[in-house]
């Protein structure tokens, strides 16, 4: 599913219109990207949750060449998903 796709199915399911369906998508991410940033956690009870993981400085190798290289520490998004969408999936 596309972002236009996402807005459609937004505004056919809410009744809302599509410039505010767009409006409340975009206000979402924006406020789960704020809250990760800040380390914090953003837990929907029966959807799921969206937190943010350090993950340390390594060595990798580069698989053209087979020489090794630095790959350095970032934190990346993490997505829990809750019973409930477990569930309605089975």
């Not at 998508?25 to 959807?47: I, Q, R, Y």
């Not at 993950?55 to 997505?79: L, M, Q, Y």
Request: charged share 30%; hydrophobic share 35%; glycine share 10%.
């Amino acid at each position: 599913m596309t972002k236009g796709e996402m807005i459609d199915a937004i505004s056919e399911k809410s009744g809302a219109t599509k410039a505010d369906s767009e409006k409340v998508l975009k206000a979402f991410t924006e406020v789960v990207k704020d809250e990760l940033g800040k380390g914090e956690k953003v837990a929907m009870v029966g959807f799921g949750t969206f937190y943010a993981v350090a993950r340390p400085a390594r060595t990798g190798r580069n698989p053209r060449t087979g020489d090794s290289i630095e790959i350095a520490a970032s934190n990346v998004p993490k997505f829990k998903p809750g019973k409930a969408l477990k569930d309605s999936l089975n």
